[in-house]
């Protein structure tokens, strides 16, 4: 890619304004599609068929994309055989088949750095002592190719010797919890967890317990499993207001991203919205017509990414709602767009979204 691009991290990942981010993406997103048009014969016939081939736009909105899904049914890959370093697999939850994402070397420091970039911004830049709202059995001996396995030990990477407050049956050890806190009630800690376990195995859980612990010094970073806390009459206000009253916790960052794009996450501010950063962007698209809808519009979210390089999963358009609710003007100070994820469309609604494309 451009020397730009090599030397994005040294620039604070929320610093540029929406002209400079744009003529970046642009270049570079660009570059992206060429290269995969060029690397990738599937990526290149459903470019050919879907959009009329080499005309990539001259905008951002004018890039093409593909749906998310076309991941678990085609190993798609933009580099040789010899040069791949490891798969990735979406969860494939709810009898779903999983995706499958091939990485080289290259697409897997790139994640890497990027999601340091991004959580630096949050965790202060140091590796805190953390709790991992999990079973230690999640990191068998497949957790490298799991997204959930996969996230636990990326996320690991900013922790102190992690601690898994969960056991097999992913009840909590509460002896293990109490002695975490106790050891560390002095300093900031890094609590991680994907967000149904948070709920069921460490609020509700606990609140059958006679348990009671200060968990005001833990910065909590959480992701993942929103439809089932919406299946429970569970909203993200609430879901805050609980760890507040229950643990004294008032630094809680949600965060979105998938296994498709990983490393590119988008994380919550303190005034409680979803920020893209420097690495990655989004557009809102209309689920029906599937053109560009304007801030503080509802429609499918499309995830742009600078980091896929050995798989053309650069530009996506996921099956979840999201809505843009401003750029360059949130009350946090961060530059860039920033969201809101509305939730996911029925299954017989997002066949009728691939059918389109």
């Not at 750029?327 to 299954?347: I, M, N, Q, S, T």
Request: charged letters at 25%.
């Amino acid at each position: 890619m451009t020397d730009t691009m090599d030397n994005i991290f040294e620039i604070a990942p929320y610093s540029m304004t929406r002209a400079e981010k744009g003529t970046f993406l642009q270049r570079n997103l660009s570059e992206l599609t060429q290269f995969h048009y060029d690397r990738c014969s599937e990526y290149k016939a459903m470019i050919n068929a879907l959009f009329g081939g080499r005309n990539f736009g001259a905008s951002i909105g004018e890039l093409p994309y593909l749906p998310v899904s076309v991941f678990k049914e085609h190993r798609l890959k933009s580099i040789p055989d010899e040069d791949v370093f490891k798969y990735m697999r979406s969860s494939g939850t709810s009898g779903q088949i999983p995706s499958e994402i091939v990485l080289d070397k290259k697409t897997a420091n790139l994640q890497t750095k990027g999601l340091t970039k991004t959580l630096n911004s949050v965790l202060g830049g140091q590796r805190l002592p953390m709790l991992v709202v999990d079973s230690e059995g999640a990191m068998g001996a497949n957790a490298n190719f799991s997204a959930r396995g996969a996230a636990i030990r990326g996320f690991s990477m900013f922790g102190r010797r992690p601690v898994f407050a969960l056991d097999h049956d992913l009840k909590p050890d509460l002896p293990r919890i109490k002695r975490f806190f106790d050891q560390h009630k002095d300093k900031a800690v890094f609590v991680f967890g994907f967000t149904f376990l948070i709920w069921t195995s460490l609020c509700e859980a606990l609140a059958e317990s006679d348990l009671k612990i200060d968990m005001s010094n833990a910065i909590l970073l959480h992701g993942g499993g929103w439809k089932k806390l919406i299946n429970k009459a569970v909203p993200p206000t609430a879901f805050k207001e609980r760890l507040k009253q229950q643990f004294n916790i008032s630094r809680v960052h949600d965060y979105y991203g998938m296994v498709e794009q990983t490393g590119s996450i988008y994380v919550e501010c303190n005034a409680g919205h979803l920020h893209c950063s420097v690495f990655n962007d989004i557009l809102i698209r209309d689920t029906i017509s599937l053109e560009n809808k304007n801030f503080g519009e509802e429609g499918f979210i499309q995830t742009l990414s600078i980091f896929p390089y050995s798989y053309p999963g650069h530009s996506l358009l996921t099956d979840d709602l999201g809505m843009l609710l401003g750029e360059d003007d949130c009350p946090c100070g961060r530059k860039g767009k920033y969201f809101r994820v509305l939730g996911r469309l029925a299954e017989a609604e997002i066949r009728g979204c691939s059918d389109t494309l």
